[in-house]
């Protein structure tokens, strides 16, 4: 379609508070709740409504016509780590999490922790209250964590109060060192609800439900990693797009190499066909352009609409969507949005995202599933265009609250929660390889952990999940909620796909990239690559911009080559090894 520019309402917010936090390890460690039942919990902040419109009939809806009704049939890897998280003093418990080489991080209502990545607390790692970042400040939740791999920090947030942000940068790789701590009001007066996040290359992006008209835009992710307290925020107005009233669209967040500086940086929400106000099952993208130097330069762009497999999302108007054993009391399916992140990655000729959300699978039953999508932008037009699109419901239960991710090989993982009239709430994931048949998750459903009773007096539940990708590519965390005795618990959880794919090497899980310095050149040396196809070997700065690209042709699947580096400066560099089945990315200093 052609490209539709809305003038937006631009802002540039200064930051209204600024310190350096002192280290976590000095902070105050309080009792993990881990043992608090639901009724001693408090509840977070609620500022969903009821549907403000009303759903036209829909009578042509007979099933999601893509629904995969049959699990896979290859055999998926058990997790790897899978360990009990924080419970928090919150509901509902909001988990987030993020990893780096060394760490998991999880946060949730209202509480944050560190630990090993074999599920051990770190000595000194909390768990922690939330305030104990922000000095003043309360625990009010919406926590968002994540790990900016291309800096080595950490990131968290939460909302605060009845107009602000609070953003959280470590000064170091160390997650127990200090932060930079940031507090901004994206818009004066109005409720911060829902914030969502993204790292790319000129900004931590974010989005939140604000109201009409919704806040959507970044942050200077260059001074804020500085530790500036002159960083500011850039708030746009979204154009106005179709919703239910509650309404948060994803900002994409970068994996594997980022975009170069200044690139626009896309978001995406999805609209159905029975809204009053909405004219077609399909996405919408928008495309972001910040402009530091001039702020008032900056811009949303209505990008493309693309046309989904017809979806329903006619759910409950008071948020009863989803059965559990034992109680006629349902759970919220989160209608409105895109499940958190939405995982954006670089590929030779073309870029990804994959998205995924909660749709009714039949309309008699009401049965709820993950509905995904893998999208593609051809690098030269610019243009998206679904490349794949999935409905995930191999029996009668319920599936929602999906998180999505993409590894290095381009196999993806779904984790999403689970329940039914005999089913608990629990956890499970399933997954595909790239050259599998399209829109079919081709591996058998696994279990993360069998949760047990039935929460009876509230339908919150979630109200996110969180799936990441391990700094080595092809590890998947997710966390996610789950129930024991009907309490609301937490579990953080990783797991690979295993490479299955017809003519590609089942050694890809043991390919390496190494790197290294040496006087006036870069040595690249893969080993166990997935074929001897050839394979692009690429030379970018730590904000995403090429600085060489050459190919090699692997023989007996490796290759050693060298980038000269006589004409670059000292510093950070990332290099980049991919073709159409793989891609390797490592960080190299250059001195």
Known sequence: MAQKTVSAKVTEIKCTGFAISKPLSECTIVDDNDNLSIDKKKEVEQRRTSPKIVNKPN?????????QRQSGLKTMSPPIANWQGLSGSGYPPDPSGAVSANYYFQAVNTQYRVYTKTGGAVVGGGPFNLSSLWAGSTDDGDPIVMYDRY???????????????????STSSNPLGTYFTYTFVPSAGSFPDYPKYSIWSDGYYFSTNIGEPNKIGAMNRTKMLAGD?????????????????????????ADGVLPPFGTPCPAFSYEDD?????????LRIFKIIIDWVTPSSSSVVLDQMLNTSPINVDFDPSWDDVPQPGTSQKLDAMNGVLNFRAQYRRWVGYNTVVLCQAVIVEPTTKQVGVRWYELRQDVTTGIWSIYQEGTYAPDGESRWLGSIAMDDNGSIGLAYAVSSEVVSPSLRYTGRNAHDPLGTMTFTETSAIVGSGAQSFINR???????????DGLTFWHTGEYLISGNPRTRIY??????????VSETVSQSSLNVFANKDKIEVTALNLPNNEEAKIELYTIDGRELSSQKVVPVQNKFNTSIFTNNI???????????????????IVVE
């Open 569 to 587: 400066s000292k510093g950070v560099y990332i290099v980049r090894v991919g073709n159409a089945y793989f891609q390797k990315t490592k960080k």
């Open 229 to 253: 307290p002159t960083a500011t925020m850039i708030s746009l107005d979204l154009p106005p797009t179709p919703n239910v009233g509650f309404f948060c669209p994803l900002t994409a967040c």
């Open 274 to 282: 029975t809204w009053d106000i909405g004219g077609a099952d399909r």
């Open 461 to 471: 539940f979630g109200d996110y999940s969180q799936t990441e990708m391990d700094p």
């Open 494 to 503: 990783s797991f690979k796909i295993p490479v299955l794919d017809v003519g």
């Open 59 to 67: 009578t042509s809806f007979a099933g999601d016509p893509i629904a």
């Open 151 to 169: 800096a080595d920090r950490w990131f968290m947030s939460q909302f605060n109060g009845f107009d602000r942000l609070l953003i959280a940068v």
